[in-house]
């Protein structure tokens, strides 16, 4: 079974920074295109950022260019989302997640796979 669980949430002040970790099994990062997404109280969910095994592309959200980065450790079967320079718009629950249908060109994923998310709170 696919199984993905978020962690490193907390409580962080406008202008910091906080690095979520996913432990992934039951797959390999090879296998399917894989990323972030957000949801934040009464709004819809937000796909953050979607790297694609096909091409090496990657998606950013708009709100997110230039300030978060994944990053994966293949032999841990683990990923990574730093996230710099946080807004208290950036406030949401993060899941991490995977996409069985990666159609690479910078596409966001449609995540097939997500586990238990993980809240961050950014103060102003």
């Known amino acids: 079974d696919v199984q993905l669980q978020a962690s490193g949430g907390g409580l962080v002040q406008a202008g910091g920074y906080v690095r979520l970790s996913c432990a992934a099994s039951?797959?390999?990062?090879?296998?399917?295109?894989i990323g972030w997404f957000r949801q934040a109280p009464g709004k819809d969910r937000e796909g953050v950022i979607c790297?694609?095994?096909?091409?090496?592309?990657?998606y950013y959200a708009d709100s997110v260019k230039g300030r978060f980065t994944i990053s994966t450790d293949n032999a841990k079967n683990q990923m990574y989302l730093q996230m710099n320079s946080l807004k208290p718009e950036d406030t949401a629950v993060y899941y991490c997640?995977?996409?069985?249908?990666?159609?690479?060109?910078?596409?966001?994923?449609?995540?097939?796979?997500w586990g238990q998310g993980t809240e961050v709170t950014v103060s102003s």
């Open positions: 997640g995977a996409d069985r249908y990666d159609y690479g060109l910078g596409s966001n994923c449609g995540y097939d796979y």
């Open positions: 039951g797959f390999t990062f090879d296998d399917y295109a």
């Open positions: 790297v694609s095994r096909r091409d090496g592309t990657t």
